[in-house]
């Protein structure tokens, strides 16, 4: 694919969220994965999975639901090694004839857990993973273009001072348990021209602005929108009020929101950003395309 190629549309379907509409043909879970079916402008086609759920049940179900054939795929990015992004991960790597390549950062592998309510692993569980060559598994902690107009974040530098490590997060490293930091949280960025950036985060365990800090650098013609999960469910009001304040400054347009952001950061979203924060529900499609005056295209938005 020639370098200079530009991405004009992507069309972003919800494959699996917590939220579920009233009917529809996909189920819904505790968990995240978005489908992206992208066009540059010579017409070529690809077709990206960001996350994949916390099961294979609901991912082969909600794939085949949307006529997607597992061949079909063509890059699958791991935002985080959480189970509700990648229990779908086993799965999807035993079918035949998949050629996807996998992206992660290095240490999504690394065993993770969560103190809270009570011990438990929150890592990857996929042993085919760890068999993937490096023909097919790409690990990064820099930033990489995919394909011209698609670029996986790498490690997300963690600069602003009100977004945290959690503490009941932990891992094991060096036979020491110690906060974990969540050092393998990456984005994907969409450049679409002009103040058209589109940014997707799994949980933003980075921090929602940290993300779109690394995703500025990487589209410097500007961002529009975040889409995913925030993970704003217990923050803290100051937390809060100075995610919202930021938020406003990076993006040009709006956030689409669902999974972890919780009620209070949906209410500071609609506090922030009116009309142009919109929520979302397992099987929403979002198109978004270059130049176009609306930022974004609500295009089968499942019944509510
Ligand atoms: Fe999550
Ligand atoms: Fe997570």
């Known amino acids: 694919m020639e370098a200079s190629l530009e991405l004009v549309c992507a069309d972003i379907t919800i494959l699996t969220s917590n939220r579920t509409p009233q009917g529809g043909d996909l189920r819904s879970e505790h968990g995240l994965s978005i489908l992206v079916e992208l066009e540059w402008c010579d017409e070529s086609t690809g077709t990206l999975l960001f996350d994949t759920g916390a099961s294979g049940q609901v991912l082969e179900h909600n794939l085949r639901a949307r006529g997607i054939l597992v061949q079909d795929i063509d890059w699958v990015v791991l935002s985080h090694c959480h189970g509700d992004h990648t229990g779908g991960l086993?799965?999807?790597?035993?079918?035949?004839?998949?050629?996807?390549?996998?992206?992660?950062?290095?240490?999504?592998?690394?065993?993770?857990?969560?103190?809270?309510p009570d011990f438990h692993f929150v890592?990857?569980?996929?042993?085919?993973?760890?068999?993937?060559?490096?023909?097919?598994?790409?690990?990064?902690?820099?930033?990489?273009?995919?394909?011209?107009?698609?670029?996986?974040?790498?490690?997300?530098?963690?600069?602003?001072?009100?977004?945290?490590?959690?503490?009941q997060m932990v891992c094991l490293r060096d036979g020491?348990?110690?906060?974990?930091?969540?050092?393998?949280?990456?984005?994907?960025?969409?450049?679409?021209?002009?103040?058209?950036?589109?940014?997707?985060?799994?949980?933003?365990?980075?921090?929602?602005?940290?993300?779109?800090?690394?995703?500025?650098?990487?589209?410097?013609?500007?961002?529009?929108?975040?889409l995913g999960g925030l993970h704003l469910y217990d923050a803290e009001a100051a937390v809060l009020e100075d995610t919202g304040r930021s938020l406003k400054n990076l993006l040009g347009e709006g956030v689409i929101s669902g999974h972890c952001t919780g009620v209070r950061g949906e209410g500071m979203l609609d506090a922030t950003f009116g009309e142009r924060h919109l929520t979302f529900y397992t099987g929403d499609v979002w198109r978004f395309r270059r130049g176009a005056p609306d930022w974004v295209e609500a295009l089968a938005v499942s019944p509510r």
Request: proline fraction near 11%.
């Open 176 to 226: 020491v348990m110690q906060t974990d930091g969540e050092p393998d949280d990456l984005a994907v960025a969409l450049d679409m021209g002009n103040g058209g950036g589109v940014v997707l985060a799994g949980c933003s365990h980075a921090g929602p602005i940290n993300t779109l800090a690394a995703a500025s650098e990487l589209v410097p013609g500007g961002l529009a929108a975040l």
């Open 90 to 116: 086993e799965w999807l790597l035993s079918q035949p004839g998949g050629q996807f390549l996998v992206i992660t950062h290095p240490e999504i592998t690394r065993p993770v857990y969560k103190t809270e």
């Open 123 to 167: 890592g990857v569980e996929s042993p085919s993973l760890r068999g993937l060559g490096p023909g097919r598994w790409i690990q990064t902690r820099s930033p990489i273009q995919l394909v011209p107009g698609v670029w996986v974040s790498g490690e997300i530098p963690r600069v602003m001072e009100f977004e945290r490590p959690r503490p």
